[in-house]
């Protein structure tokens, strides 16, 4: 399963779609925590966002289920 962050800009994000934004160079890693997971991003508008890691059971949660048809 994929670790989902929870940011100060109000949405959810997944680990691709945190590398997707590095890469495409709208976010830059400014800091983080490695005891608890949080990492702080300047976005390419000069804005600090906060990411902190989402237990996997609120994740689960909040992301729909799919479902298999027979």
């Known amino acids: 399963m994929n670790a989902r962050y929870s940011c100060s800009d109000g949405q ?3 680990e691709v779609e945190i590398w997707e934004r590095l890469e495409d160079g709208i ?5 983080w925590n490695s005891e608890t ?3 702080w ?3 390419d ?3 600090l ?3 902190a890691p989402v237990p ?3 994740s689960r949660q909040s992301t729909p289920s799919e479902s298999t048809f027979n």
């Open 37 to 39: 997971g949080e990492e």
């Open 12 to 14: 959810q994000y997944s």
């Open 45 to 47: 508008d000069g804005e």
């Open 56 to 58: 996997d059971e609120q």
């Open 27 to 31: 976010w830059r890693v400014c800091c």
């Open 41 to 43: 991003m300047e976005t």
């Open 49 to 51: 966002v906060h990411l």
